[in-house]
């Protein structure tokens, strides 16, 4: 007999098939019927155990079940009776392979500490597994479109010897007789060299900010894919980052519809902001935050509330270019048009998600760079590898780092950055 | 005019378009006539300047050129007179976009130690290139093959509270109140709760030993991708291994022809591994060892030496099953017919590229396994979390971890590590 997954028993109907997983939940309709949600990871089903099909024997044993049971199950598949594209399991015997007492989760309301605490467990939840598969998706997505245009992956190391992005954020770790690594905060500065063996590159792997803050939209450990191009310039950037996120959302809506429905995430909104972006001006974005009534000042940066403030009358996500340089990194380029501003520009998502990219296109000036870098007392020698690329055949170039739990958040509407990444690491959270 | 990489020039013979890239070499052929070989990450092309074709001024433009200048080159693609496949690019003007003065690589014949210190310049080399394209094949290739046959990626930690094998081998992080973190050296714990989540899962990133080796197959930080699925059994998971690596074989041969000819890899070699892999039991592996002279004795684990003797006659890689409890990991199921052996394999690769993936059925016993725990005076406490994956709902399930650069190391037939990741991070070195 064939063992089969649940996502595939639609082509077995009114065939008697095996499947493997763990019991959902169950209920008893009468004394002669049962009903059992099965899971195993592909899907779920519902698997209806009638004793006089069954049998005496068999139907006793579907009554051993509990919670969180693994289980063998056979039966033959059937055609929901009244819900379209959906499927039952007419059981013909169930054998458990795994007893489960007591699972602690799912009989009542739990608290964010307790489900933390217990994440291992708490992944088997539905919601979960829906934000972990539309994770999957948009992981995969953004390798898609940027494996599809030309970009490279070019791992770009964790142990570094130096800060990205300021130190107080850093975590250090001893490294033999070399002193401190430092555990990288972003992989941008090293896809520049990568740029100049392969053109476009891209990392997409964990980094790291020791930040103090504890907020729903901060992890110590998150994932970001940064992205970084030879001979694209500022406005090309903005239209590749477009692209891409349009990309991400056509596939997520295309490829989880049964978990887009188990969030009751809004679809339409999705598809909505499948549309050409809008791109203001930081200038223009002070404009509209003090006619909202905001506080902020020319040069500050942006909080969540004035990132919601500039997007919600916007469906498609807004791009904010052109900051002041003292707002932005030493390493953006500056606007040829005022040397007070640099080309660089931040995606923000509509629906509050806020900000999903940062990018910009890179000073690829030697001596323009090497003079910032001075003013904000780099140790020049450790980056001359960084400044090289300006000096050996220097070419405009441009790049961008997407935040996936934060992309993820976004297309899975799901509020608390800690639902979508399997094991959140936070400043008071390392187990399990 | 149009801009095209080199790589699409072939779709435009016979036009004029632009390209842009850098200068790999160049050289005079009369006081008339200069080649140039442009490279641009896609690929390379001869162009070709002439004088009484450009005229004057701008075939003295040529002349201005240097080793890894990045320049804006106009021309006509045209078909190579002689070579097969191949294109040339009939110059008709060319710019310096920046120059590059006593480019230092190239020249002469350079060590180790140099060219590492300057990796950022070495990987613009083609040997470099083409690794670094066969790295990105692979990677992606393990990914497909994972994602057509219903893995989900479920990305495990980095920063763990505790080891998953010894505890001499690991970084230390400081972790803000909560004590020390360590950065992980494999997901596979954290992917077994994934399974009860999502059936079959996997992670793909950087993990770290502190090991103090010195030798052509070690890095401190290097890539992993942690394979669990559940209700697989040892033999499945031998053969899902097996289907993987010859998918990634076929891939590389497919996708990086140009890369594996610049590399002078034998593809028959590799093509002949792709056929039925074999399987010898641990037991068998050491009367192959003595009868070939090694003085390996029942119980000792493997050395490079070892596995290239267990290989040597082999075409296709090797498992090698059924290992001494003793020599593995607390972790794996015992054998039914010996409870003194795992159910666990090794993988070596022929061509004395020696062990690309470890793996094995884990021990799905609750009691068993936390009575081996206890033994290796493991903290249980600490270690709950994976316990309860017996605990609810217990299932057989397998798993394997390949190391992508010793995967690509064989594919790619590059004898040294350090050159098949961008910014290789060693014990002595951590820059750039």
């Given at each position: 007999m064939k063992t089969v997954t649940i996502r595939n028993i639609k082509d077995y109907v009114g065939e008697t098939v095996k499947i493997k997983g763990w019991v959902r939940n169950y209920r008893k309709a009468s004394s002669k019927l049962r009903f059992i949600i099965l899971r195993d990871g592909s899907g779920e089903v519902q698997a209806v155990a009638f004793k006089p099909e069954m049998g005496q024997a068999k139907f006793e044993k579907t009554k051993q079940i509990s919670l969180e049971s693994s289980v063998e199950a056979v039966g033959k598949v059937s055609i929901h009776p009244k819900k379209e594209d959906v499927y039952e399991f007419q059981l013909i015997d169930l054998n458990i392979i795994g007893q489960s007492e007591d699972y602690p989760i799912g009989k009542k309301a739990h608290g964010a500490d307790f489900l933390l605490s217990n994440r291992h467990l708490w992944i088997r939840s539905r919601k979960q597994i829906a934000a972990l598969k539309i994770r999957h998706t948009v992981y995969f997505a953004i390798c898609?479109?940027?494996?599809?245009?030309?970009?490279?992956?070019?791992?770009?190391?964790?142990?570094?010897?130096?800060?990205?992005?300021?130190?107080?954020?850093?975590?250090?770790v001893p490294y033999f007789d070399l002193g401190s690594a430092?555990?990288?905060?972003?992989?941008?500065?090293?896809?520049?060299?990568?740029?100049?063996?392969?053109?476009?590159?891209?990392?997409?792997?964990?980094?790291?900010?020791?930040?103090?803050?504890?907020?729903?939209?901060?992890?110590?450990?998150?994932?970001?894919?940064?992205?970084?191009?030879?001979?694209?310039?500022?406005?090309?950037?903005?239209?590749?980052?477009?692209?891409?996120?349009?990309?991400?959302?056509?596939?997520?809506?295309?490829?989880?519809?049964?978990?887009?429905?188990?969030?009751?995430?809004?679809?339409?909104?999705?598809?909505k902001a499948d549309n050409e972006f809008k791109i203001i001006t930081y200038e223009q974005a002070i404009s509209i935050l003090q006619e909202k009534g905001s506080e902020i000042a020319y040069g500050d940066d942006f909080g969540a509330t004035q990132e919601e403030l500039l997007t919600e009358d916007s469906a498609v996500p807004v791009f904010v270019e052109k900051w002041p340089k003292e707002a932005k990194a030493f390493y953006m380029k500056r606007d040829?048009?005022?040397?007070?501003?640099?080309?660089?520009?931040?995606?923000?998502?509509?629906e509050r998600f806020g900000e999903i990219i940062g990018g910009s296109q890179r000073e690829d000036d030697y001596e323009l760079l090497k003079q910032r870098m001075q003013a904000e007392n780099m140790p020049i020698e450790d980056y001359q590898w960084y400044l090289d690329v300006r000096k050996y055949g220097s070419v405009p170039h441009s790049g961008f780092g997407i935040g996936l739990e934060r992309l993820v958040q976004w297309m899975s509407g799901i509020r608390h950055i800690r639902e979508v990444i399997p094991f959140p690491r936070m400043i008071n959270r390392i187990y399990p």
């Open positions: 898609e479109y940027l494996n599809e245009n030309g970009f490279y992956r070019f791992d770009s190391p964790i142990l570094t010897p130096n800060a990205c992005e300021g130190t107080t954020t850093l975590f250090e430092f555990l990288s905060q972003s992989g941008q500065l090293y896809l520049e060299p990568g740029i100049t063996s392969l053109g476009r590159v891209y990392d997409f792997g964990p980094v790291f900010r020791a930040e103090k803050s504890k907020t729903r939209k901060h992890l110590t450990e998150f994932w970001m894919m940064d992205a970084e191009a030879a001979f694209v310039e500022h406005e090309e950037n903005m239209q590749i980052q477009q692209e891409l996120i349009r990309y991400v959302i056509r596939k997520v809506i295309a490829n989880n519809k049964t978990e887009l429905a188990e969030l009751k995430r809004d679809i339409e909104s999705l598809q040829p048009e005022n040397e007070n501003l640099v080309l660089g520009a931040d995606l923000l998502a509509p």
